[in-house]
C-alpha cells in the first residue's frame, strides 16, 4: 500500500475515532438525563433499565415518592463532570416539579452530584451525592 493511500485511510478513519470517543463520555450524562425523563414520565421499566443493579430499589423508590402527585421535568441538561473510582461523575440543571394539588415542590437537579456506571456496556445511573 503506497504511503498516500495510508494516510488517506487515516485521514478517513480519524473522525470516527473522535466521535466515538465522545459519544462514550457524553452517554453517561445522556443516562443520568434519560433517568430524570422516565421518572418524570412514571415509566417504571424505563428506570429500572437506567438504573445500575445496586441502584434498582432505590429507583423504585423515588418512583412511589411520585406515585400521587403530577410530575414534570423543566429544562433537564446533563454534564460529565470527572470520575471517581468505577463512577462517572455527572452534574445537572434543571428541575424535576412534583404537584402535590394546593402545593408545588420544585427539586433542583444541581444540588447533586450524580453517579454513572457502565454494566454490561450501557451506562446507568447509579445514585448520587
Same mark, same amino acid.
Given at each position: 500500500?503506497?504511503?498516500? @493511500?495510508? #494516510?488517506?485511510?487515516?485521514?478517513?478513519? #480519524?473522525?470516527?475515532?473522535?466521535?466515538?470517543?465522545? @459519544?462514550?463520555?457524553?452517554?453517561?450524562?445522556?443516562?443520568?438525563?434519560?433517568?430524570?425523563?422516565?421518572?418524570?414520565?412514571?415509566?417504571?421499566?424505563?428506570?429500572?433499565?437506567?438504573?445500575?443493579?445496586?441502584?434498582?430499589?432505590?429507583?423504585?423508590? =423515588?418512583?412511589?415518592?411520585?406515585? /400521587?402527585?403530577?410530575?414534570? #421535568?423543566?429544562?433537564?441538561?446533563?454534564?460529565?463532570?470527572?470520575? =471517581?473510582? *468505577?463512577?462517572?461523575?455527572?452534574?445537572?440543571?434543571?428541575?424535576?416539579?412534583?404537584?402535590?394539588?394546593?402545593?408545588?415542590?420544585?427539586? *433542583? #437537579?444541581?444540588?447533586?452530584?450524580?453517579?454513572? /456506571?457502565?454494566?454490561?456496556?450501557?451506562?446507568?445511573?447509579?445514585?448520587?451525592?
Amino acid at each position: 500500500m503506497k504511503p498516500t @493511500t495510508k #494516510l488517506l485511510i487515516f485521514l478517513l478513519i #480519524l473522525p470516527v475515532l473522535a466521535l466515538s470517543g465522545c @459519544t462514550a463520555e457524553n452517554s453517561a450524562a445522556d443516562a443520568i438525563q434519560a433517568y430524570f425523563k422516565a421518572l418524570a414520565a412514571k415509566n417504571a421499566s424505563e428506570l429500572a433499565l437506567l438504573s445500575c443493579s445496586e441502584w434498582e430499589a432505590q429507583a423504585k423508590n =423515588e418512583l412511589e415518592s411520585f406515585g /400521587a402527585v403530577t410530575v414534570s #421535568l423543566e429544562t433537564p441538561d446533563c454534564q460529565i463532570n470527572g470520575d =471517581e473510582g *468505577d463512577y462517572t461523575l455527572v452534574s445537572c440543571s434543571g428541575k424535576l416539579i412534583a404537584n402535590y394539588g394546593n402545593e408545588i415542590l420544585e427539586i *433542583d #437537579l444541581e444540588d447533586r452530584i450524580y453517579l454513572a /456506571a457502565n454494566e454490561g456496556g450501557e451506562w446507568r445511573m447509579c445514585g448520587y451525592r
